[in-house]
């Protein structure tokens, strides 16, 4: 079973940065896949951004690719979404997900663990 906690969201102008991390417990971390994905208020949660086990493979959602970008450290059980260029649209609740399996998705139904979620809010 995998456990994921993250930090480092908070509000931010428009063309600022964050950087959010996710710590997972559990010994199957460093091989899981493991997800960000967010939700606004009255939408549904999209995808943003996954890694696969080893960090060699990433994917991107179009609308922040080249402005995201997803590592992970895996001696220290932690993902990262390092978010520039921030925009309004930005503005959601970020989740971080890990999935039982090593390799990328961006369904959220192939998700099994989650994070509680931490907020994200850029102003205008």
């Known amino acids: 079973q995998v456990q994921l906690v993250e930090s480092g969201g908070g509000l931010v102008q428009t063309g600022g940065s964050l950087r959010l991390s996710c710590a997972a417990s559990?010994?199957?971390?460093?091989?899981?896949?493991m997800g960000w994905f967010r939700q606004a208020p009255g939408k549904e949660r999209e995808f943003v951004s996954a890694i696969n086990w080893s960090g060699g493979y990433t994917r991107y959602a179009d609308s922040v690719k080249g402005r995201f970008t997803i590592s992970r450290d895996n001696a220290k059980n932690t993902v990262y979404l390092q978010m520039n260029s921030l925009i309004p649209d930005d503005t959601a609740v970020y989740y971080c997900a890990a999935r039982s399996s090593g390799v990328i998705t961006t369904s959220s139904l192939t998700y099994y663990y989650w994070g509680q979620g931490t907020q994200v809010t850029v102003s205008s």
């Open positions: 559990g010994r199957t971390f460093s091989s899981a896949a």
